[in-house]
Every structure is written in structure tokens, then in C-alpha cells.
């Protein structure tokens, strides 16, 4: 039998979500956010809250990866799988990827679950913040 390792796992699980994330965020900052402000505009909300992008997935990943306040990074990711699911994914909530046959949500799902893995369990011992959001 294996020893347990809660806080390698919390900190491999960190890592993943921190680093897959944050990869979308550094696409945005030398792209722009300007899809995601049309998006929003035909929502009928305010384009410039497409900003908001930048913290959900460049501050808050790592906030998850350094573990300052970590459990506050994992409700910004939260919140920001629950906004791109609303705005971009609901016609494929019951789908099938054509190409593979898996869900077709099955990244998104993967990172709004993991993170609210994180925001139940806490961020584990190896983070750089004492903070009681951790």
C-alpha cells in the first residue's frame, strides 16, 4: 500500500489546473479580449467586463499556483468556468465530441471541478502564503 500524500497531490493538482489556465491567460494578454467582450455585448452586458477575463485566468492561476490565497484563486476560477459555460458552452452540454466521442465540455468540467476541489480541500502545505484562504 502506497503512503498517503495529501499535500503532493493538492500541489500536483495546483500545478495542473495553475499552469493549463494560466497558458489561456498569457494567449489573451498578447492577443486581446475583444471575442470576449462581443460575447458579452450580445449577452446585453457591458463588453468591458471581458477584462475580467485577465483575472480569472492569469492572477487567480497564480494565486493557485504560488498559494497566496489560494482558495480565493479557486472561486475566481470558479466563477470564470461557470461565465464561459453560460456564455459560450450551454448548445453543447449534451453533446459528444465528433472527432474522440468524449463529452464535449470534458476540459472545461475538468477545470471547474478541479477547482472546486481546491476550494473545499485547501491549498495543502507547500504554498508560499500562511493565509487562512489557503
Known amino acids: 500500500m502506497l503512503p498517503k500524500c495529501e499535500d503532493g497531490s493538492k500541489l500536483i493538482l495546483r500545478l495542473v489546473l495553475g499552469l493549463l489556465i494560466l497558458f489561456h491567460g498569457t494567449w489573451k494578454l498578447q492577443h486581446g479580449?475583444?471575442?470576449?467582450?462581443?460575447?458579452?455585448?450580445?449577452?446585453?452586458?457591458?463588453?468591458a467586463l471581458g477584462y475580467l477575463v485577465y483575472i480569472g485566468e492569469v492572477v487567480a492561476p497564480l494565486m493557485i499556483i504560488l498559494g497566496i490565497l489560494g482558495r480565493l484563486g479557486a472561486l475566481i476560477i470558479v466563477v470564470n468556468m461557470l461565465t464561459a459555460l453560460a456564455l459560450v458552452h450551454t448548445s453543447q452540454f449534451f453533446t459528444a465530441n465528433p472527432q474522440?466521442?468524449?463529452?464535449?465540455?470534458?476540459?472545461?468540467?475538468?477545470?471547474?471541478?478541479?477547482?472546486?476541489?481546491?476550494?473545499?480541500?485547501?491549498?495543502?502545505?507547500?504554498?508560499i502564503g500562511g493565509s487562512r484562504l489557503n
Open 33 to 47: 479580449v475583444g471575442f470576449i467582450g462581443d460575447m458579452l455585448v450580445k449577452h446585453g452586458l457591458p463588453g
Open 100 to 127: 474522440t466521442g468524449g463529452y464535449a465540455l470534458e476540459l472545461q468540467f475538468m477545470y471547474l471541478f478541479s477547482a472546486l476541489s481546491l476550494l473545499a480541500s485547501g491549498m495543502g502545505r507547500f504554498v
